[in-house]
């Protein structure tokens, strides 16, 4: 009864597992940064001026659901190449975590 | 003989270590995103449907140099509050790691 059970939850493809992702897009290094370049002189005015190498990027938080780890990364591979970071100037990567089981 | 050498290191204050900081800037949980609202509304409309919560922040890597990890973590702190993030709506969080021994 239980492998019943366990096989019909296999076959069944409308499961899906909802992941929370952490993408971290960052300019390439051969490109200026002028944000960082500001940001470092800001912080030289205020007296931290043993900072270097400032560079900024952007953080972004979101949830998806997907069949399984490999769907969900093929697909927030091509998001980040689509809209959330410009291949040309920057990089990008990201962390996957599951976080439950959605119907 | 030795024991001189490492006396006198210790009392030394100009030798500094360098640390590579990571730091994330997020919204507060209760402030609204517009800027993640639209870019879940622009993946929407390609087809991306299946991505919700998404919040946008700001992601900053530099270099300092500090005496030891606690001094360095007081000026990311300092920095973080003063200028990077804004405390009234934004939160902040860092991951700090020594990358080798400054002059």
New interface residues.
Partial sequence: MIRVESKRRDRNPTV?QTYQAKI???LRPSVLDPA?TA??S??SH?G?D?????????????????ADTRAAET?LD??CD???ANPVIENYRFELEPVGVAA
């Fill in positions: 899906t971290y897009v960052t960082g940001v470092q800001g912080l205020m931290h043993n900072v270097e190498k400032i560079r900024i990027g952007k953080y972004v938080e979101l949830t998806l659901t997907a697909q091509q998001m689509q809209l959330l």
